[in-house]
């Protein structure tokens, strides 16, 4: 199944268990409003198929695995309840990961920034290869990670967490990443990272399906409070979003990118 959407995707297949659900967006992999909607919707329907054991999530191309927030409609918000609902959309798949009765693979092929760094720390398992860069760029623009916050910092601890949402201009390297505990496994090469992707998925698809959902209760303990916390955090993304520093700072990424 594939949503297309203003030049990019959302789709899904299942085979032998195991759902790919695949993301896609010209901008980088940048994630609209439409986009982050879509993807919440596939994870929420793999996660209550029968067919689905294991799920794989990935984005397409070969550069960067995900850019964060569009720019674009980032600056086309102009009143708190347009950046409430926006940032609502990060939010939204978190915790759609996060409630998923399936363990989640994540494939981290490419450099994750602001919101792609939350998914990668908001999957179960994630698998990355060489160049998979990280960095938190909210303060660059006005705003912070604060949607996106819980999940890293469960992931990666207060510490790291700091550091990432504080130096917002400074590229971590996906070995810093994978000794923080953002990445299970980094592979030097993105065939090796295939096909550890395919070993554990076949493992986990053979696996007993009560069994990994009662493993990813214990794993996600003590996070029932998302759902009001999360939405209480795109609020304050969605007021700050409105300040004349973010403005100008779009504006002038927006200009950069054009020249």
């Given at each position: ?32 409003g439409?986009?982050l ?40 918000i ?5 950046g ?12 759609t990961?996060?409630?998923c ?48 916050g ?14 990432l ?6 590229w ?33 698809a053979?696996?007993?399906p ?35 520093f ?12 054009k020249?």
């Amino acid at each position: 199944m594939i949503h297309e959407i203003k030049g990019g995707y959302v789709k899904s297949d299942t085979r032998k268990d195991i759902t790919t659900i695949e993301f896609y967006h010209p901008q980088s992999n940048s994630m609209p409003g439409k986009l982050l909607q879509e993807l919440a919707l596939e994870i929420h329907a793999a996660g209550n198929d029968d067919s689905t054991r294991v799920i794989v999530l990935r984005s397409g191309g070969d550069t960067v695995f995900c850019s964060g927030a569009s720019f674009d409609e980032l600056n086309a918000i102009s009143t708190p309840e347009q950046g409430f609902a926006f940032f609502s959309g990060f939010a939204q798949v978190i915790n759609t990961l996060r409630k998923c009765p399936k363990l989640v693979i994540g494939r981290i092929h490419g450099k994750c920034v602001g919101g792609g760094v939350g998914l990668a720390a908001a999957v179960d398992y994630a698998i990355a290869a060489e160049g998979a860069e990280i960095k938190l760029s909210e303060l660059a623009v006005g705003i912070g990670p604060f949607v996106v916050g819980p999940a890293v910092e469960r992931k990666i601890g207060a510490s790291a967490f700091s550091q990432l949402a504080i130096d917002a201009t400074m590229w971590r390297n996906a070995d810093w990443a994978r000794r923080k505990g953002l990445y299970a496994e980094l592979h030097p090469n993105l065939e090796s990272m295939d096909e550890s992707i395919a070993r554990l998925a076949s493992t986990l698809a053979a696996s007993s399906p009560d069994a990994m959902q009662e493993l990813k209760k214990i794993f996600w303990k003590g996070t029932d409070h998302w759902d009001q916390l999360l939405t209480e955090r795109a609020a304050i993304s969605g007021r700050l979003i409105l300040g004349e520093f973010s403005r100008t700072a779009i504006e002038k990424f927006k200009t950069k990118v054009k020249a």
